[in-house]
């Protein structure tokens, strides 16, 4: 069984996550670049499988993002800016998900 990893539908454009991998015992950071649509196979790296599976992407809070992730049946969490008292709503949701062949 292979498995692969790819941008949600919610996403449209090329994105550039932050990631890390481990190389011979050493943990380092780099960036991919994601087309959408696009599949790309996930390897042994479990650093860098965990580290794709914690990438959240957050917006500001708004109707049509909302209504636009729940028609794609996004999982999202709403949350308030802890710098501002909680006057800003924000939306998070994972950026990337893991497809099992």
């Not at 949600?8 to 670049?33: C, F, M, P, W």
């Not at 500001?60 to 008292?85: D, N, R």
């Not at 800003?88 to 893991?98: D, G, L, Q, T």
Request: glycine residues 6%; proline residues 2%; hydrophobic residues 35%.
């Amino acid at each position: 069984m292979s498995k692969y990893f790819k941008l949600i539908r919610a996403i449209d454009t090329i994105t550039t996550l932050n990631v890390a991998s481990q190389k011979e015992g050493v943990t380092t950071y780099s960036h991919v670049r994601l087309k959408p649509g696009e599949k790309y196979e996930l390897g042994d790296d479990k650093v860098f499988n965990q580290s794709l599976q914690n990438i959240q992407i957050e917006r500001p809070y708004s109707q049509q993002l909302v209504k636009e992730l729940m028609s794609l049946g996004v999982e999202y969490t709403e949350s308030a800016c802890k710098s501002c008292g909680g006057r800003i709503k924000k939306i998070s949701y994972a950026a990337v998900e893991i497809i099992e062949e």
